[in-house]
């Protein structure tokens, strides 16, 4: 599986421990930035990580912000994508088995290393599920298709 990560400033610290937690777990990534230093405005990178998944060039992403809801919101702007902010292990799984969210995005100022370490292989290891969720995660692609362009 590879993965898009990326950050603004207010991510920095937690995205730098997730690219550890990455690499121990034999995940393929590309860090999209922020880099040490770096100020970057939020809707920036999130699009930018967005992008790179929207194009299939990566499998998922991992957005983070000061809380996780800008880059959320603006992730979910880019067609094809279905980014969920979590805050606990069982929205970090149902954002992959029950809605196939393809990116995830938390907050920097809100949670610690260990807990975005849980929530980042929760994720990570959940696959989406399909059955029930599935006639559900195709109406949010019809709506985001009807959308798109307007």
Known sequence: MKIA??????????????????????????????????????????????????????????????????????????HGIRAAQVADVYSAERAAKSNDANIITMGGLTMGKAHAEMLTLAYLQSEFQGGRSLPKVDRMKEIDDQYRGE
């Open 5 to 78: 990560i990326g950050c603004d400033e207010m991510g920095y610290e937690l995205k730098q421990h997730i690219l550890t937690v990455l690499k121990d777990n034999g995940y393929e990534y590309e860090d999209f930035g922020s880099f040490e230093g770096e100020k970057i405005l939020y809707p920036n990178i999130a699009e930018k990580v967005a992008k790179e998944v929207a194009s299939k060039n990566f499998d998922r992403g991992i957005i983070i912000c000061g809380t996780g809801i800008g880059v959320a919101i603006t992730a979910n702007k880019v």
